[in-house]
T-cell receptor, first 114, second 114 residues
């Protein structure tokens, strides 16, 4: 079946530093990648939608200069959290469209900013 | 955008009994309705979905029913088992099954009491 590999699975970083999260579609071409953020005991909130080769579309309230999304190829999309702060600590998860099964989720990245 | 409401937020059920979770949505053009199960710290997993051309779909102990007129769909789990304990999310793409972002419900924490 369709697989999206997400790395790292967890990361701890110091406040003010940047963190890059990668999502790779292993056996299909991900034409669209969705990036979600999930705070503890809450639902998945969409941050942005990216299509290969074009700029990402951000949801209202999400700072595009803080959450940089790159979707340079049909198999790789990255989310970079710049100048991270403790309030950015969350579970980040990608979801790819393009697989026969519809929406394929990565395994998620737990970010802790200290 | 799509407005998705999910109830109840928590549900405790005796093992062997049935559990029902309901979602309502706002966009009458929506025609694809998935349900996801998420265990703590893991990715959401698609457990069942339904398209608008049918009213009910069943897969062993899991079923989904759809009422397009009333714009709601429900997840039914019968003969519940301890491994059914998790958080369940409904989701709706705003204009049907295409390259559209999923809007998730607020989630239901299901606890199966042995």
């Amino acid at each position: 079946g369709a697989v999206v590999s997400q790395h790292p699975s967890w990361v701890i970083c110091k406040s003010g530093t940047s963190v890059k999260i990668e999502c790779r579609s292993l056996d299909f071409q991900a034409t669209t990648m969705f990036w979600y953020r999930q705070f503890p005991k809450q639902s998945l909130m969409l941050m942005a939608t990216s299509n290969e080769g074009s700029k990402a579309t951000y949801e209202q309230g999400v700072e595009k200069d803080k959450f940089l999304i790159n979707h340079a190829s049909l198999t790789l999309s990255t989310l970079t959290v710049t100048s991270a702060h403790p309030e950015d600590s969350s579970f980040y998860i990608c979801s790819a469209r393009g697989s026969p099964g519809g929406y394929t989720f990565g395994s998620g990245t737990r970010l802790t900013v200290v | 955008g799509e407005n998705v409401e999910q109830h109840p937020s928590t549900l405790s059920v005796q093992e062997g009994d049935s559990a029902v979770i309901k979602c309502t949505y706002s966009d009458s053009a929506s025609n694809y309705f998935p349900w996801y199960k998420q265990e703590l710290g893991k990715r959401p997993q698609l457990i069942i979905d339904i398209r608008s051309n049918v009213g009910e779909k069943k897969d062993q102990r899991i079923a989904v029913t759809l009422n397009k007129t009333a714009k709601h769909f429900s997840l039914h789990i019968t003969e519940t088992q301890p491994e059914d304990s998790a958080v369940y999310f409904c989701a709706v793409p705003p204009r049907g099954f295409g390259n559209e972002k999923l809007t998730f419900g607020t989630g239901t924490r299901l606890t199966i009491i042995p």
